[in-house]
């Protein structure tokens, strides 16, 4: 049996220096999340219990090294915050697995916050077919991905956040750097210190989460530590926008019969009343959990509703109290 497959394209083996822009992604130290893991030696011989465990024990390594980049998440959420006040958008972009996440969590905001799919968006090397298929070659490729983030256009209102485990996808870094050069804010999500992504960011976000259990797959523990920190950046930015009531998703788009669900419970927790009387409101605030809380929690009609929330920018305990936040 031939276990061989077909190569799509044949990728000839570079010298270790690689001129991306203005900036040589070079090997000259040990890339961690590339490193063998002593923890996982003889990983092939381990039980599926043993296996288990091993992935288990690194993984709770993850919490705490973005716990360590708190402060940089911090400076980010309120970055993406005004941007999204003051009408930019969000734009991530990523390749392979960080890709993939940055896609996940760009995709979610809708559903949960009720943003518009142009406000939060993702960019992905090979483009959203790469999303089920692998597409690894164009990551080889700063000028795809200046070509790539050209096509949005952004511009000094925006905020372009790269994703990259290992923080040297050319594709990454020449999307960042074209963005900063036309004024848009830059933030880097990474595993690794100095790297040519930082280099290009305004802001870098980094969680040394060290080797993963299979060298260099960065599915793992990588992946895991840009989940978090993307939850964080997107909850962040939208809680600060008001898109939050307490802990309550009350900018939830009711578009299915669970979201109708959880949009009924939200109102009755905030407003303290029963079922009947928050499905009635709901449906005079035209299905909007923001203007039914409005109207209950500041006892005003739907049309005063609307103006308030309006002039807070849809943040609804503003609108309650019918003040403005300064971001």
Known sequence: M?????????????PLTQKVGTHNVSDPVLITTETANAASAGFD????????????????????????????????????????RDGGRLIYVGAGSSGRIASLDASECPPTYSTLPSQVQYIMAGGPKALASASDVNEDSPEIGQRDIARRR???????IGVSASGRTPYVIGAVEYARARGAKTASVTCNQKTPLSE????????????????????????????M????????????????????????????????ERGIRVLMSVCDI???????????AGKSIPIAVVMLKA?????????????????????????????
């Open 274 to 284: 029963d079922r009947e009387t928050a499905i009635r409101t709901i449906k005079s």
């Open 299 to 327: 006892n005003v009609d739907k049309m005063e509703a609307v103006r308030r929330l309006t002039k807070s920018d849809g943040n609804v305990r503003l609108a309650i109290d019918d003040s403005r936040l300064e971001l």
């Open 200 to 227: 290009v960011s305004d802001t870098t976000i980094v969680a040394e989460v060290g080797p993963e259990v299979v060298s260099g797959s960065t599915r793992m523990k990588a992946s895991t530590a840009q989940k």
């Open 45 to 84: 011989m381990k039980s599926a219990l043993e296996i288990a465990r091993i992935i288990n024990h690194e993984d709770a390594k993850v919490a705490t090294a973005v716990k360590k980049a708190l402060p940089e998440i911090a400076i980010v959420i309120d970055m993406v915050a005004r941007a999204l």
């Open 2 to 14: 031939t276990l061989e497959a077909p190569l799509e394209r044949t990728v000839e083996l570079q």
């Open 229 to 260: 920190i993307l939850n964080m950046i997107t909850t962040g930015a939208m809680t600060r926008l008001g898109y939050v009531y307490d802990n309550l998703m009350v900018n939830v788009h009711m578009k299915n019969a669970k979201l109708v």
């Open 154 to 160: 952004p511009t000094r209102k925006d905020v372009v």
